[in-house]
């Protein structure tokens, strides 16, 4: 019992094998092509605990080649020369398949060491990561695999591993253990669709639980449950794929009208303990999704980001939970944020020019001036503190940037300008 419970009661075969049904279930690309016995090179992306390095087990006993194993965490080009000398031996005759987990922290070089042997066949590579393999991985290496995502396994698929694993603890513990109502739910709910979390869980759980008088069970508590696996569902790597999904599911069901999802996505990054970023993008969305369909939105959210700031987690989340909601149910208007865009993009292909002189802050023409003077015509001297004078620069001179948004306010402001600029 020196290993952990997960590397005890890891699957043996695909059907053992837990979620993943779009790669594993009968006729599953995957599946097919690991039974088919010639397995090319492969990649494996996604959460931890979704069966990743179970699958690279299952193909690597299924083929007769010689099995070598490195982790991009503490390898080295040492250790790739190292395999690359058994190729053509007689203990590799079959060939060599490569299960490197981690892939991610090889650099560049080390990636490119393995070109040639994954090229010729001398190496089959299993690769996996939790990283998205299109940011992290050198594209040449990458165009000679195949990628295959794992999901994260839905709690009704971790339910059977998790009474699995409580059967295998009481067999080698040699004890019977009573399991409260709820607590293999719980646990299949808790760890984040991280197969692994959870069989760890039971395996505290079963370690932790204490041990009768008079020889009865064990009792496994749903109290205990829900102290060993607290706050192990948040994937919430800072640096990670997992960390933008969320801030982008976050800010999508804001600008989506949603305010369910904008809640239960503000709620996942508090629990995390981003208030930062649950700040940042509170605010980006009140002014590029809200903006001008209801300008008083954007002192409102600053308001509830300054109180939530100063008060701190756990209170922040009250103020903050106002503001989602508020910029949930808004009316929207992205026109602040198109205009924007496109006098930027105007910027980038060089269309702007020198700033009409009715315009500039100097009063005094240079002797090369044709025309003296600065002609600036000052809009409140006029009915309506308006009057038509060009401000744009020559070469943008008539562009429109701004379209009003259809909504109340931006309409009404519209209606009050068309009809004193007519």
């Known amino acids: 019992m020196s290993s952990p419970l997960a590397d005890r009661i890891r699957p043996m075969t695909l059907d053992e094998a837990v979620g993943q049904k779009h790669l594993l279930s009968e006729g599953a690309p995957l599946r097919n092509i690991i039974e088919s016995g010639i397995i090319p090179n492969l990649i494996f992306y996604g959460p931890s605990g979704t069966g990743k390095t179970t699958v690279a087990n299952i193909i690597a006993a299924s083929t007769n080649k010689k099995l070598c194993r490195l982790n991009g965490t503490n390898a080295s080009i040492a250790d790739i020369r190292n395999i690359v000398s058994q190729i053509d031996t007689v203990e590799a005759a079959n060939g060599i398949l490569l299960y490197l987990d981690e892939i991610q922290y090889f650099n560049k070089k080390q990636q490119q060491s393995l070109l040639e042997y994954i090229e010729n066949g001398s190496i089959t590579l299993i690769a996996s990561t939790t990283e998205n393999p299109y940011f992290y991985i050198y594209s040449a290496v990458l165009s000679r695999c195949t990628v295959f995502e794992f999901k994260t396994v839905t709690p009704e698929d971790i339910t059977p591993a998790i009474e699995r694993a409580f059967r295998l603890m009481g067999e080698e513990m040699r004890c019977g253990y009573d399991i409260e109502d709820g607590v293999v739910r719980h646990i299949a709910f808790a760890c984040g669709g991280d197969v692994r979390k959870s069989i760890n869980t039971v395996e505290l759980l079963c370690l932790s639980a204490t041990v009768p008088d008079d020889g009865s069970a064990r009792k496994i508590t749903l109290e205990n449950a829900k102290h060993l696996s607290q706050k192990t569902a948040l994937k919430y790597d800072r640096d990670g794929d997992e960390h933008y999904d969320l801030l982008s599911a976050f800010q999508k069901s804001m600008r989506g009208s949603d305010p369910d999802a904008a809640i239960h996505y503000l709620a996942r990054i508090l629990a995390a303990g981003d208030l930062p970023s649950a700040c940042r993008r509170l605010m980006v969305c ?56 496109a006098a930027m993009a105007d910027l980038e292909k060089g269309k702007y020019g020198p700033i009409p002189r009715q315009l500039q802050n100097k009063h005094f023409d240079g002797e090369d001036a044709r025309v003296k003077g600065q002609f600036y015509q000052y809009p409140h001297d006029y009915p309506n503190h308006w009057t038509k004078q060009q401000y744009l620069p020559d070469v943008l001179k008539n562009t429109v940037y701004y379209e009003y948004g259809d909504n109340k306010i931006e309409q009404a402001t519209k209606e009050y300008w068309d009809k004193i600029k007519k």
Do not use: C, F
């Open 286 to 341: 009140a002014a590029e999704d809200v903006g001008l369909a209801y300008p008083m939105i954007m002192p409102i959210v600053k308001s509830a980001v300054d109180i939530a700031l100063q008060v701190g987690l756990p209170e922040a989340r009250l103020p903050l939970a106002d503001a989602v909601i508020l910029v949930a149910t808004s009316p929207k208007s992205n026109s602040g944020h198109d205009a924007i865009n």
